[in-house]
């Protein structure tokens, strides 16, 4: 077994939830190229060789993070400067030619500088998949960045994200992630609000089915003063899955008239499906707003009876239901098509 | 000015320190010869001993929490855990020896005893010193006893209860309170006895280097009712304290109990406590906790919900000065169908504290149509101190409602100008804005009881803010 994700605070070991142990998956000696992967890049956009040393604060541990500086078999440095039109897409298909991925991505969105990326990884097949990938964003100042990142890996496969984020002097970076995919899906989302009026909007769906868990660890450090983060996440847990979802607003000594808000929903589709969650607000700032909420419960008895009143089955309405609540983020992906497959995922995956 | 006066204010009435007199103190340190030791001083039955003794073997088994404040300034070998005063057990005050009946007094505790308590026990170290209560209540068959007596009286109900809400293997404290327990209150409610008057007991740490380790036991049995008020205080000194009480509730089927504590330890203990009540059928208990002292606190009250339609409520209250690590919160299981937990918490960080709720909502899968409502607002007054907000939720399964709402900020600018425009000072507005962020608590309480807790806020408040 192997600890993962750990919360920027640990709390009382028998409440379950300061990290996530799954079985070890060793892959050194099975690690082939990674072909299946297509990477489409507008003009504007510069690719650049060497990948910056690094040290994560936080990701997946040491030895996940030491997987990806070693052995990746992909790595990708951009730099974006300017306005671009054109979406970034990272597109990886696994099959069983192309079964693990170690990813290294960097991006640099200089001064101004402003960009859609998407990045998405399917399962073809029921191969079961291994993917560990490292996302680095340096937002400098005044950049404005979309990100969506999309899991649509199948059921038995291991999902390990590990982001980190550094957000300068009025710079937005707006994230979207769809995690719909893999046995265990294990994200680890990190950023730093360094500039004054730096700011991040987080969005996450997860929806789970059979025996999946997922554990999602959203930790956002304010520095900067009138820094604002947001973190929104909508979940739909069915069968005997299981979700951890630990969000983190940390106000740091000096982020004067920062603000954070965080809200999480989960929707219990089932009597097996278990969810904890772990909304943290740490301050160490007086002139802050910092607000939480979390909820978690069946999906509502008279909503479900309009909708079947109205002519639907039972599982056509509850796929109304969970699509209503998702909708307010998917909403904001701009890709339509990508819109769509996401859509048909999330009727496959209920069915 | 008045600002500079007040930070050097002491706590008044709860500094005075009484010269460290004593009937026996034991020797410092924690072994097998020191636990024989308080056992034969206590002259206990031969069960207390060996199941002391076990207690000590699983305290020496466990490791210090990897989470929470600090706690490497704690050294057992420098902590006398048995202290007993230079007072038989006494029903009369006019039988307490003078400075021990003066503090009290100065602590107002016969008064209240007159005016709004059916009953009172008061401990002066390890050693409860003053117990009584109303004629009528014994009559109805209620118990309201010192532990040691119960211990020897009521051997069989003490047994079967004693440990069995708080296993003595829960946590290391909890194993150290096992060994070293003394003193503390036990109480047992009888079927359908409703006891309208609060009971209080008063726990008084005088005595430097100690600790104070005293086991709450209340039963109430089914149908009954009871409201009971815990207090307690200590004299500040340079070496610290410990208090690792530990306090089991039986709220039986139908029953119902109010537990309120206002905790005002001084501020080098460290509040290491253990609460924890097993609720029944329908029953309900009810916490109502403010917590102003000590230097570290590490307290979550714990409410097993384990019968069909249990309830139970939480409302408690932080405040966080100069030095202060106040780790506090609420624990919650439902167990059983139909339950229900509505929690209500506020801090205040002030002066360079810290406080912080952790908390754990468990919803189990065998409790179908159960309800959950958490809320926690944390205010900051400067920006030197900390405030942290750490709850799990664990849901298990999905016919729930369940519910949770955090806020932290500061006080609204918008707010005291105003109160400023209506007249008020500056500081009389903070003041009158951390009153009223505290009322939802204070109203919870008794009124004397929310009158010291007003004064200890307002004792706290001056020279903090302004």
Redesign the interface.
Same mark, same amino acid.
């Given at each position: 077994m192997i600890k993962l994700n750990e919360t920027p605070v640990r709390t009382a070991r028998n409440f379950n939830i300061n990290n996530i142990k799954i079985e070890d998956i060793s892959l050194k000696n099975m690690l082939k190229d990674f072909e299946n992967i297509e990477v489409m890049l507008p003009e504007e956009v510069e690719v650049e060789n060497a990948i910056s040393n690094f040290e994560l604060k936080y990701g997946m541990n040491e030895e996940k993070i030491n997987e990806v500086k070693e052995n990746a078999n992909h790595t990708l440095k951009l730099k974006i400067a300017g306005k671009v039109k054109e979406q970034v897409e990272i597109v990886a298909n696994f099959d069983d030619e192309n079964v693990n991925l170690i990813q290294n991505i960097e991006i640099i969105a200089q001064e101004n500088s402003k960009a859609n990326i998407v990045l998405k990884y399917k399962s073809e097949d029921d191969t079961v998949n291994y993917k560990n990938s490292i996302i680095r964003i340096k937002a400098e100042k005044n950049a404005n960045i979309n990100i969506v990142v999309v899991n649509l890996l199948n059921t038995s496969s291991t999902n390990l994200l590990s982001i980190e984020n550094e957000i300068d002097e009025g710079a937005v970076l707006n994230y979207i992630g769809v995690d719909f995919g893999g046995k265990n899906s294990i994200t680890n989302y990190y950023s730093k609000l360094n500039g004054n009026e730096a700011k991040n909007n987080i969005d996450v769906i997860y929806l789970g089915k059979d025996e999946q868990l997922f554990d999602l660890n959203y930790i956002g450090e304010l520095r900067g003063e009138k820094t604002q983060i947001e973190i929104e996440a909508q979940g739909a847990l069915k069968d005997r899955s299981k979700k951890h979802f630990k969000g983190t607003i940390d106000f740091k000594k000096g982020c004067k008239k920062a603000k954070g808000n965080e809200n999480e929903f989960c929707m219990l589709l089932s009597d097996n499906a278990k969810s904890i969650a772990l909304p943290m607000l740490l301050c160490s700032e007086e002139d802050v707003e910092g607000n939480h909420s979390s909820a978690t419960g069946k999906v509502g008895n008279k909503e479900l009876f309009y909708i079947m009143s109205r002519g639907f089955e039972y599982k056509e309405a509850m796929k109304l239901l969970v699509r209503a609540r998702f909708n307010k983020i998917l909403e904001k992906i701009k890709d339509e098509e990508l819109k769509n497959e996401i859509l048909e995922e999330i009727n496959e995956r209920l069915n | 000015m008045k600002k500079k006066k007040l930070e050097e204010i002491n706590r008044n009435i709860y500094d005075i320190k009484n010269k460290d007199e004593y009937e026996f103190k034991i020797q410092k340190g924690l072994t097998r010869e020191i636990i024989e030791e308080i056992s034969k001083q206590k002259n206990e039955p031969e069960w207390m001993r060996d199941f002391r003794l076990k207690a000590l073997d699983v305290y020496n088994s466990l490791d210090l +929490?990897?989470?929470?404040p600090d706690l490497s300034e704690l050294d057992m070998n420098e902590i006398a855990t048995y202290v007993r005063p230079k007072s038989k057990l006494n029903s009369s005050w006019e039988d307490v020896p003078e400075d021990i009946k003066n503090t009290f007094d100065k602590l107002g505790i016969p008064e209240a005893e007159k005016t709004s308590l059916a009953g009172v026990g008061a401990q002066y170290d390890s050693e409860v010193v003053y117990h009584s209560m109303k004629e009528e209540l014994i009559k109805q068959g209620v118990i309201y006893t010192d532990m040691e007596t119960a211990v020897r009286e009521y051997p069989d109900l003490v047994r079967i209860h004693f440990m069995k809400c708080v296993p003595v293997n829960d946590h290391k404290f909890v194993a150290l309170h096992g060994a070293v327990w003394s003193g503390g209150s036990f109480v047992y409610v009888p079927k359908g006895v409703k006891v309208d008057i609060p009971l209080q007991s008063y726990f008084r740490l005088n005595s430097p280097e100690s600790g104070q380790f005293e086991h709450t036991l209340i039963i109430v049995d089914e149908g009954a009712s009871l409201h009971f008020i815990e207090g307690c205080s200590a004299p500040k000194y340079n070496k610290v304290n410990l208090h690792a009480g530990c306090v089991e509730l039986f709220v039986k089927d139908n029953a119902y109990l109010r537990y309120s504590t206002i905790e005002n330890w001084s501020k080098n203990m460290l509040n290491l406590n253990t609460k924890k009540a097993l609720v029944g059928k329908n029953a309900k208990v009810d916490w109502v906790s403010g917590s102003f002292g000590s230097k570290i606190s590490m307290l979550y009250p714990m409410s097993i919900l384990n019968g069909e339609g249990a309830k139970t409520e939480f409302t408690g209250i932080s405040l966080a000065g100069t030095g202060q690590n106040l780790d506090n919160g609420f624990k919650v299981v439902h167990n059983a169908k139909n339950t229900s937990s509505v929690v209500n918490s506020k801090s205040i960080s002030k002066n360079g504290g810290k406080c912080t709720y @952790?908390s754990?909502v468990r919803i189990n899968?065998n409790a179908k149509n159960s309800k959950s409502s958490v809320s926690c607002e /944390?205010l900051?007054?400067?920006?030197i101190?900390? /405030?942290?907000?750490? +709850?799990?939720? #664990?849901? @298990?399964? #999905? #016919?729930?409602?369940? /519910?949770?709402?955090?806020?932290?900020?500061?006080i609204s600018d918008k707010a005291i100008f105003y109160l400023m425009s209506r007249g008020l000072t500056e500081e009389d507005a903070k003041a009158m804005i951390v009153r009223g962020f505290a009322y939802p608590i204070s109203k919870e309480l008794p009124v004397e009881y929310a009158v010291e807790m007003n004064n200890l806020i307002n004792l706290e408040l001056e020279g903090a803010i302004g």
């Open positions: - | +929490p990897t989470w929470g @952790r754990l899968e /944390s900051m007054l400067d920006d101190s900390i /405030s942290d907000t750490i +709850p799990v939720n #664990d849901i @298990r399964t #999905d #016919d729930v409602e369940f /519910s949770h709402e955090a806020k932290i900020g500061k």
